[in-house]
């Protein structure tokens, strides 16, 4: 008899078949001794074993017992019971499974460990610096690295202070530079203590200053007289800022300097700049009657759907005063750039995304004759990245104003609690409205990740010598045909589901209708004759 028919067989007979052949071979030995007159009794009869109580009912024997239950701990593991608004029999449920797998306790020395290999690297404290940023928590061993980072910015604090205070009260622009960063340190130090509630325990831990020099062991060489210079000025307690140092220690290649030559007088005639000006200001300012648009058909959206509203159309009037209040600051920023070769931290041009390394070969070169033309051989790709800077920094400002204001109508909130709201997140925003306020910057000047597949043209590009010269943008066309394809009436909806999931509909049908108007405005042109070209053959 096969398994399963022996289990329908003891289901329905509550016997097994071992103990059914077990009983009729003792009924059988039975009749044998009465035929022969053995034994003169009464029949013996044989009980049945128990069957086992159906998984339904012990199942409700065992949650009526769990009810009466009294939960004395408190935790189960790292769990506070108390928090819970859960029965009893779940609670003690927690409390078994945390007896298996018991809690994990890490001693002060280990986590030391684990701060100090953190520290050896400056990528991987910059890293912990973002987190903090996004409010991501943090481990015990990147906690105790902050708190070093911390108490690092304090001790070199005072030392200019000192200073500032022996000169009588005046401050050089590096030390104003510096104090400024050091109050964020503290701000990122005190955000990561009021976020971190689990791994509050290695705020009791007393840290001393670290230097954090074990990062530049890896460098294998004396530092050459350019790296010297700049490793005197850098402010090492800001993570961000040593990476960039970091990234540019090397002597450049023959082909870092040639590449970049060629690039900077490809790009050095004035209507390249004009285009670069005009397609950002232009983009920028069309995202105003855009979002118009994308506000009004949300409304209908929800007005159909019931769904609750993702855009709103005066949203504009904060996102025109963001481009005013983001002007003269991204100005500054600009001006900085043309003069020092480099961007501000934290904001990407696609001119630094299309070179790479490539577009400071001259300014780090170890001969100084290479390092003082520098200037006028960059000085194309510094206009170019000045004005991405610039344009950045107002959609920035924009779009961050947007936000704040549709965060705050999403909530019902009107007059005068809608204006406290915004003057609040004006000054403090969330993350989330930093985060969002970026992508739309990096929208707003091509700079966005065009993803994998241009990746992987420029992985294959870079293996070649001269590759460069035969695919010298990826990047920045990238990101324009994607804006192009997404505008397509019809074509720009066959995309993967991601595309739909990371912006509201309202968005998406308004750029098929912009798309539209457009295609028929260039169809109206060609009937007119007005659209002229060569033949091809």
Request: no cysteine; net charge positive; charged share 30%.
């Amino acid at each position: 008899m096969g398994k399963f028919w022996k289990d329908v067989f003891k289901n329905l007979t509550g016997f097994s078949e071992k103990e059914i052949s077990g009983l009729r071979t003792q009924m059988s030995i039975m009749q044998d001794k009465r035929e022969k007159g053995e034994f003169d009794v009464k029949e013996e009869k044989v009980e049945p074993p128990p069957q086992e109580k159906p998984l339904k009912k012990k199942a409700k024997e065992i949650q009526d017992d769990l009810k009466d239950i009294k939960i004395k701990d408190k935790y189960a593991g790292s769990v506070n019971l108390e928090k819970q608004k859960i029965s009893n029999e779940l609670k003690q449920v927690e409390i078994d499974l945390a007896k298996i797998s018991p809690k994990r306790t890490k001693t002060w020395i280990e986590t030391g460990e684990e701060a100090k290999e953190i520290l050896s690297n400056y990528e991987s404290i910059a890293k912990v610096f973002k987190k903090i940023k996004n409010q991501e928590g943090l481990t015990e061993a990147e906690t105790d690295a902050v708190r070093q980072v911390n108490v690092n910015a304090l001790v070199r604090f005072k030392q200019i202070a000192e200073d500032i205070t022996a000169r009588g009260g005046t401050k050089t622009e590096k030390e104003i530079e510096m104090i400024t960063y050091y109050e964020d340190v503290f701000k990122l130090t005190s955000n990561a203590a009021s976020t971190a509630g689990r791994v509050l325990n290695i705020y009791k831990k007393d840290v001393s200053p670290n230097r954090l020099a074990k990062a530049f062991a890896k460098l294998g060489r004396k530092l050459n007289e350019r790296e010297l210079k700049e490793f005197k000025k850098l402010n090492f307690e800001n993570p961000l800022e040593v990476e960039r140092f970091i990234n540019k220690l090397g002597d450049p290649k023959l082909r870092d300097y040639v590449y970049e030559y060629w690039y900077n007088s490809i790009l050095s005639g004035i209507p390249t700049h004009l285009v670069n000006v005009s397609s950002n200001t232009l983009w920028g300012m069309f995202q105003v009657p855009h979002r118009a648009l994308s506000g009004s058909i949300d409304a209908m959206i929800s007005g159909l759907t019931g769904k609750q509203r993702q855009v709103f159309m005066n949203e504009v009037f904060p996102l025109l005063a963001g481009y005013k209040s983001g002007f003269k600051p991204g100005a500054k920023r600009a001006l900085e750039t043309v003069k020092t070769g480099e961007t501000p931290i934290g904001f990407d041009t696609k001119w630094e995304m299309e070179l790479g390394s490539i577009i400071s070969a001259y300014e780090r070169s170890p001969h100084k004759t290479l390092r003082k033309i520098a200037p006028l051989i960059s000085a194309p790709t510094r206009g170019l990245r000045a004005m991405d800077v610039w344009a950045n920094s107002i959609a920035f400002d924009g779009q961050i104003k947007a936000v704040i204001r549709r965060e705050g109508q999403k909530r019902g909130l009107k007059g005068k609690e809608l204006k406290e709201f915004e003057e609040k997140y004006n000054n403090d925003p969330t993350v989330e409205m930093i985060n969002e306020a970026k992508d739309f910057a990096k929208y707003s000047t091509f700079t966005d990740d065009p993803g994998n597949f241009s990746a992987w043209i420029m992985k294959g590009r870079d293996k070649v010598w001269g590759g460069r010269f035969i695919v010298p943008f990826v990047r920045t066309v990238g990101n324009l045909t994607k804006r192009g394809v997404e505008m397509t009436p019809g074509v720009g909806l066959i995309r993967r589901k991601e595309y739909f999931k990371r912006q509201p509909a309202s968005e998406i049908i308004a750029k098929q209708i912009e798309g539209s108007i457009l295609a028929l405005y260039m169809l109206h042109k060609f009937d007119l004759g007005e659209v002229t070209g060569s033949d091809l053959i």
